[in-house]
């Protein structure tokens, strides 16, 4: 049986995806999806790209996640099976999932707290007197 592996990111969020064909089964750190993501939208974001190609219920997904909030979590899984999608047949889904957006890395990340200050960008309220 083939496995395709792909590596997802968003934010501080890693997610290693595991795909292999199967009767539609998604883990997430040994968790089924409904017990890791509580919220509907979540669960969504995750079956995105299995919409965008028409192959929900055909691969059995593994996930190991690491870092950053749900929401972040989520969109990393996301860029991951499609990733992985991509690689198991170029020219069926590439061009729907890049259609969609799927296999764009979102490079945006926190901007870092400068010292002397309260935050990135916010400043301390200035007194002239």
Excluded at 60 to 84: C, F, H, M, P, W
Aim: avoid cysteine; charged fraction near 30%; glycine fraction near 10%.
């Amino acid at each position: 049986m083939k496995q395709n592996n792909a590596l997802g990111r968003r934010k501080s969020a890693v997610a290693r995806v595991y795909l292999a064909e199967g009767k539609g089964n998604i883990t997430i750190n040994g968790r089924t999806v409904e017990e890791y993501f509580a919220e509907d939208s979540l669960r969504y974001i995750v079956n995105q790209p299995f919409a965008v190609t028409k192959t929900e219920g055909q691969f059995d997904v593994k996930i190991n996640v690491v870092g950053g909030g749900t929401k972040g979590q989520a969109e990393a899984i996301r860029l991951g099976i499609s990733r992985a999608l991509s690689e198991l047949d170029r020219e069926a889904y590439r061009a729907a999932l890049k259609a969609e957006g799927f296999l764009t890395r979102d490079a945006r990340e926190v901007e870092r707290k400068k010292p002397g200050q309260p935050s990135a960008r916010a400043r301390f309220q200035f007194s002239k007197r």
